[in-house]
């Protein structure tokens, strides 16, 4: 079944460094890609979006690139901040299809230290 | 603001009760669901409703049920045959075929 996997963390960083989170995943057909974050006691809010191969989603100075060779969707971001501490989620979709349901990894907790 | 609203933020429940969570949306959204947070498990499906009056089970709809009776509202019942309801309950709305889903700010639920 289609299926999203995505690095454990915790990850913790520096203030000011760079960030990879890496996000892989197993579908039939071509799914539509995002990036949630959660920020503790909150719930998910959108971060960023691809909808078809090579497509580059970006917001807030992430980014994540659309690899269907890799079946990948990265998130980096190239100097984070403690405010970006949070979990942050790869998940796929099909658009427009008979559900359009979420399909989640489990999460990666970010940690930056000032 | 449009948006969704989530109520209540922590919810106690006794052996034996059923429980109902409230998710109210003003999105104009068409579908709406139910996902359940673990700790290190994601979000898991529980319902999904695509229009008023209809809705279908998720992947672990064992042990709730729901009701879409106004396009703007889509209440979650958690029964006493859920046997392991202690999670973080989040609800999403989304335009029917097209775009990314929105969510609540989630409610925690708890065994007394």
């Known amino acids: 079944g289609d299926s999203v996997t995505q690095m454990e963390g915790p990850v913790t960083l520096s203030e000011e460094a760079f960030l990879t989170i890496n996000c892989t995943y197993t579908?039939?057909?071509?799914?539509?890609l995002f990036w949630y974050v959660q920020y503790p006691g909150e719930g998910l809010q959108l971060l960023l979006k691809a909808t078809k191969a090579d497509d580059k989603g970006s917001n807030k100075g992430f980014e994540a690139t659309y690899r269907k060779e890799t079946t990948s969707f990265h998130l980096e971001k190239g100097s984070v901040q403690v405010s970006d501490s949070a979990v942050y989620f790869c998940a796929l979709s099909f658009l427009g299809g008979a559900t359009n349901k979420l399909i989640f990894g489990t999460g990666t907790l970010l940690a930056v230290q000032p | 603001d449009g948006g969704i609203t989530q109520s209540p933020k922590y919810l106690f429940r006794k052996e034996g009760q059923n429980v109902t969570l409230s998710c109210e949306q003003n999105?104009?959204?068409?579908?709406m669901y139910w996902y359940r947070q673990d700790p290190g498990q994601g979000l898991r499906l529980i319902y999904y409703?695509?229009?008023?009056?209809?809705?279908q089970k998720g992947d672990i709809a064992e042990g709730y049920s729901v009701s879409r009776e106004k396009k703007e509202s889509f209440p979650l019942t958690v029964t006493s045959a859920q046997k392991n309801p202690t999670a973080f309950y989040l609800c999403?709305?989304?335009?029917?075929?097209?775009?990314?889903?929105?969510f609540g700010d989630g409610t925690r639920l708890s065994i007394l």
């Open positions: 409703s695509q229009i008023v009056n209809d809705f």
């Open positions: 999105l104009n959204h068409d579908a």
């Open positions: 579908a039939t057909g071509y799914p539509s």
């Open positions: 999403a709305s989304s335009m029917r075929e097209v775009g990314p889903q929105h």
